[in-house]
């Protein structure tokens, strides 16, 4: 049984950092390609970022490029997602998802999901 747990959302004020977190288990996810995304109030779930398990390829969304940064820790098997320069608009609930075989930047394309976790940003 797969599961993602993510961990590490908070209250943060704008022009801070956070570090949210994504542990995985119930399959090895060599093969898999995980991504961020994220849902604020009354808007759809949007695409954040995306990373091969294996290594050598991330993607991210225009909004997030240059503050966000997505690795992984196969030892940990754990996925990051570390924010700086937060901005109110980036307050949503983050999830972290797990796609097979090849990267998406569509939600209805992934296979598993986390229960996400809440980022607030005040101005």
């Known amino acids: 049984q797969v599961q993602l747990v993510e961990s590490g959302g908070g209250l943060v004020q704008a022009g801070g950092s956070l570090r949210l977190s994504c542990a995985a288990s119930?399959?090895?996810?060599?093969?898999?390609?995980m991504g961020w995304f994220r849902q604020a109030p009354g808007k759809e779930r949007e695409f954040v970022a995306t990373?091969?398990?294996?290594?050598?390829?991330?993607y991210y969304a225009d909004s997030v490029k240059g503050r966000f940064t997505i690795s992984r820790d196969n030892a940990k098997n754990t996925v990051y997602l570390q924010m700086n320069s937060l901005k109110p608009e980036d307050t949503a609930v983050y999830y972290c998802?797990?796609?097979?075989?090849?990267?998406?930047?569509?939600?209805?394309?992934?296979?598993?999901w986390g229960q996400g976790t809440q980022v607030t940003v005040s101005s």
């Open positions: 998802a797990g796609r097979y075989y090849s990267s998406s930047y569509y939600s209805y394309d992934y296979d598993y």
């Open positions: 119930g399959r090895t996810f060599s093969s898999y390609f």
């Open positions: 990373i091969r398990w294996s290594g050598g390829y991330t």
